[in-house]
């Protein structure tokens, strides 16, 4: 008996070993990146890590805060400009500007119809402002009280509710961070018009960097485990390539993964979005704003763009795109390389636009029948278009080839930068035959639309064209 329990317990212990060792060298495994391995990561690395992103090429950027309050309307007046500045662009001193903070209770946010929403639409992730200029927050953060947990009348972590609405439903989650903060005394002051920051050297943007900036971001990591961390306001004077540095190394060092845009450096060209040529700038995409780059990059890129003229919701701006145009956009970043970030401003009580929504709803029918020429596709080395109404778009890996035409096709359209496989079918997504088509080295691939596809509204505003074969370059 006492023989038996002796090697039982020589069979625990040892097991309990071989786990401990398991437990360590998984550790030893997992042992922090160096900034040297940070900063020197192998292209096969970086294309891993890049590679759900590129696929996803499509999602909702989202502005939300204490600005949908006024909602661009200030003393009864329609304040110009971009909704979330109206802080800066009406003047409102710190204190007044905490009341629509105050004010802020949207008792209608339903995390999850906001999640479904951008899901119909056939966008793959989310990037949404966990704090904008205005330095509010929208989680509970243990760094701050200016949030909408312990400051708002809504007193939820609504951070929280879209991560769990966005893990139900499959939806990658990433954040939006200002590092230029109108409420923080050590930090930028608002840029009113007589404020010249080139003068006013501020002695405690540091403090405010590594005890508010770096502990929120950290915060957000720990807490929420976001896909895309989404920085701003780096085009203050007080924000150096050194801090870039720091933060990039620092959020990789914590989650490998991350995905991380270029304004956490310096190296952005305004509005255009892309890093000056030479320097070595860190950031794993560049971000065109309100723009879509002419032609395609070998640096990833995303175009981030507002339905109307704000990112935070004004009640009086309803110069919306049509669905047409945003279509349009989609189809000429995807054929580009690019990424496709549509904002939507919700309102003060928590709802998208109604206007979004429907535009969204159309982008979404669109996406149900074509998406497979958007998602997981390449451009084109041969060109990503030909003329103003074709773009192209190739599948990954495969000899798989789209030709969108963007608009009413005649009885027959002219790829010439596809040659279809000999005895190969060309199709009209969302039509059922094959459609009859000839090819000649001169003219390239000849397809010819039926006139029930040519009517129909059902293809439109962009009849995508599959092609099985290979690309020419003229
Ligand atoms: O100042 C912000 C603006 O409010 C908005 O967030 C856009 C969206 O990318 N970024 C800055 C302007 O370039």
Known sequence: MKYSIFVTLLVLTSL????????????????????????????????????????????MFIHWGPYAVP??????????????WIMDRAEIPV????????????????????????????????????????????????????????????????????????EKHDMKLGFYYSIMDWHHPNAQAPHYPDYNTDEKENPNFDQYVENYLKPQVRELVNKFDPAVLWFDGEWIPEWTHDHGVEMYTMLRQMKPDLIINNRVDVGRQGMQGMNKEGGQFVGDFGTPEQEILES???????????????????????????????????????????????????????????????????????????????????????????????????KKGQPVYYGFYLEQPGEAINFSSLQPDENSEVHLLGYDKPLEWKFSEDNGLIVHVPEEARNSSAFGPAWTFKVRGSEISR
């Open 71 to 84: 909602a661009g309307v200030y003393n009864g007046k329609n304040i110009e400009g971009i909704g979330e």
């Open 296 to 394: 395609t990059s070998d640096f990833d890129w995303e175009a981030c763009m507002t339905m109307n003229d704000t990112w935070g919701y004004k009640k009086n701006d309803d110069n919306w795109k049509s669905a047409e145009t945003l279509i349009h956009n989609l189809v000429d970043v995807a054929a580009k390389g690019g990424n496709y970030l549509l904002n939507v401003g919700p309102t003060a009580e928590g709802l998208i636009p109604q206007a979004s929504v429907e535009r969204l709803a159309a982008m979404g029918d669109w996406m149900a029948v074509n998406g497979e020429a958007i998602y997981e596709t390449e451009r084109l080395q041969s060109g990503f278009k030909e003329g103003e109404s074709i773009r192209y778009t190739k």
């Open 16 to 59: 309990m070993a071989v786990q401990c060792t398991e437990q360590n060298s998984g550790q030893e495994n997992e042992m922090e990146l160096t900034q040297e391995e940070i900063l020197n990561e192998s292209e096969e690395a970086f294309d891993q890590r890049m590679e759900w992103w590129r696929d996803a090429t499509f999602g």
């Open 95 to 166: 204190e007044e500007y905490e009341q629509y903070a105050r004010q802020f209770n949207p008792v209608k946010y339903d995390a999850e119809e906001w999640v479904k929403t951008a899901k119909d639409a056939g966008m793959k992730y989310i990037i949404i402002t966990s704090k904008h200029h205005d330095g509010f927050g929208l989680w509970d953060s243990e760094v701050s009280d200016y949030d909408a947990v312990d400051f708002a009348a809504i007193q939820k972590d609504l951070l929280a509710e879209l991560k769990k609405a966005c």
